[in-house]
């Protein structure tokens, strides 16, 4: 089962790739969390990593294709992936073909959420300084630590001026992609401005019709550990 969610920076990419990694048993592979720990690192391409998101731009497809192929050949993610934040230009789509050679159908779903949410999700976005997992969207304003211990701040990147920026350069760049995508009939369209749960039964939906028919062929003895959902 090979996924990719597209969504702007605030849609809920990150927590409906969870739920529906989970359900599949196939590893949620972020790639701001893999950018996130290559800044930490503070090796050469990790500060190179940290001016761009720091400015609100796309790392680089070269950088991005290198980071998104290590992470494909681990052994977790042989059976399949949730891909979280790749591809984000037409550059990286073709790359991804190539990495994805002979591994079986790959179905993208797009997370639209209007732009005005987006801000005002982006503004009261936390993320633990320690662990760099974002804070629930249900925890309390109140909340000022993360269950690891570590304070829960605002992301740099989540600065309003900045803000604004990431999602005019996801525009440019991922607008394309989408119709990339949408020629090949590998595109499906979710409403990402609803409640978590709802957000997530219409990606079960969309999914599930298109992957019920290859499980067997593509995977052999293979299956999900849970059902989507349930009526």
Known sequence: MNLVLIGPPGAG?????????????????????ILRRAIESGEPLGVAVADAMTRGDLV????????????????DASHGFVLDGFPRTVAQ?????????????LTVVELS??????????????????????AASSAPSSQSSCPCG????????DDESVARE???????????????????????????NLPENDVTERINLAIDPLFDKYIDELHGTWTR?????TS
């Open 150 to 157: 570590g304070e829960l701040v605002l992301r740099p990147d």
């Open 60 to 75: 680089s497809d070269e950088v991005m294709a290198e980071l998104v192929s290590n992470r494909l050949a681990h052994p």
């Open 13 to 33: 990419k990150g927590t409906q790739a969870a739920c529906v990694a989970l359900a599949w048993g196939v590893p949620r592979i972020s790639t701001g969390d």
């Open 93 to 105: 789509a073709v790359t991804l073909d190539g990495l994805i050679e002979g591994r079986g159908p």
């Open 225 to 229: 550990r849970t059902p989507f959902f």
């Open 166 to 192: 990431r999602l005019a350069v996801y525009t440019r760049a991922t607008s394309p992609v989408l119709e990339f995508y949408k020629a090949r009939g590998a595109l499906r369209t979710v409403n990402g």
């Open 113 to 134: 959420v209007p732009a005005s949410e987006l801000l005002r999700r982006l503004s009261q976005r936390r993320v633990c300084s320690v662990c760099g997992v974002n």
